[in-house]
């Protein structure tokens, strides 16, 4: 079975470092260097993760390795931080922002874990759960749909000089 910790403050610095290292070894291939600094330099600080942490509205949470100290997997949701496309309703929503896994631990039951997770979360918060994806990310859009998401429409997503067409879905609670 795997578990599923609530984030505390004092993860902030291992999170940020692997959030960096999942983003790095799925994405890290498509992006001039140049871009790709720029934009993790930014992108998931310790502190803004540790303030996001603290924030009722926000909630991160974490699969430990059998002896608890480094991370499998982790999902972070919190409120919209992207326009929706029109006639998509942004009242009583919320936003699952990332869901990451490692490399040793996918196909293990983590990614399972966590989005069963964040949709009970979720639910308990809104009604409806908007995530954006990669459009060329066909795993994870796989996984999405299975779980009962549903693309409804494109987002930038700018990674420095560079944007990208992401998916957006939806996820009636």
Not at 151 to 172: C, M, P, Q, S, Y
Request: aromatic share 12%; no cysteine; glycine share 10%.
């Amino acid at each position: 079975m795997t578990i599923v910790d609530i984030a505390a403050p004092a993860d902030a610095d291992a999170l940020s470092a692997f959030a960096e290292a999942s983003f790095v070894a799925t994405f890290g291939h498509i992006y001039d260097p140049a871009d790709l600094a720029i934009f993790l330099a930014g992108w998931n600080p310790p502190h803004r993760l540790a303030a996001q942490i603290a924030d009722p509205d926000w909630t991160l949470a974490l699969v430990r390795d059998a002896g608890g100290s480094g991370i499998l997997g982790f999902i972070k949701l919190g409120p919209l931080d992207f326009d929706l496309p029109a006639g998509q309703p942004a009242e009583d929503a919320t936003e699952l922002h990332q869901l990451y896994v490692g490399e040793t631990a996918k196909g293990t039951g983590v990614a399972a874990a966590l989005i069963e997770w964040g949709i009970a979360w979720a639910r308990e918060r809104a009604s409806i759960l908007y995530l954006s994806v990669f459009g060329e990310n066909r795993r994870a859009q796989a996984f999405y749909r299975r779980y009962g998401f549903a693309d409804v429409g494109r987002n930038a997503f700018r990674v420095g000089n560079h944007i990208d067409e992401d998916r957006i879905w939806r996820l009636d609670l």
